[in-house]
């Protein structure tokens, strides 16, 4: 029995119907691949090389704000009623290294890498992890938004 939406060509049966929603499939598919092949995401990284910002994080599952100033050599952390310096090593507009100045234990003395992922006219979202890969553990990168304040 033939299906009554098919051709017989060269004794080979064509299904319009099955064609036709690969077909659909196929340009839809085409239409999506080249509208997001398109979008850039922002990224005005030297509008946020200096400044004060607002930072959220979370430390023991309870959410913390600290704030901080960034000049373009020096950043200022305020945190929890203590003030911490670091020095900063920019390698491109949106990527920098940061390294406290005055280290408590080991731990402060490692190098941050700092990578501005995307930018609004008035906050960040960048992520952060140590400079120096540990060969014993898989590296932590972690997230967060930057919020600058007006000054």
């Not at 020096?74 to 949106?94: E, F, K, L, Q, T």
């Not at 006219?121 to 992890?129: A, G, I, L, M, V």
């Not at 972690?142 to 919020?147: C, F, L, M, Q, S």
Request: glycine content about 4%; some cysteine.
């Amino acid at each position: 029995m033939v299906p009554s939406k098919a051709l017989r060509i060269n004794g080979d049966y064509l299904y319009f119907y099955s064609m036709s929603i690969f077909i659909r499939r196929l340009l839809i598919a085409a239409l999506l691949i080249s509208v997001f092949s398109c979008y850039q995401v922002e990224r005005n990284c030297k509008s946020h090389h200096t400044g004060s910002y607002l930072f959220t994080y979370i430390v023991d599952g309870k959410e913390q704000v600290s704030s901080f100033k960034r000049t373009e050599t020096h950043n200022i952390d305020y945190m929890d009623g203590s003030v911490d310096s670091s020095s900063i090593r920019w390698i491109n507009d949106c990527e920098f290294v940061l390294k406290k100045l005055h280290p408590k234990n080991m731990a402060e003395e490692k190098a941050i890498h700092m990578k501005i992922l995307t930018t609004t006219d008035t906050s960040y979202t960048f992520e952060y992890q140590l400079a120096v890969k540990e060969s014993n553990k898989a590296p932590r990168v972690e997230k967060g938004t930057a919020i600058k304040l007006k000054e």
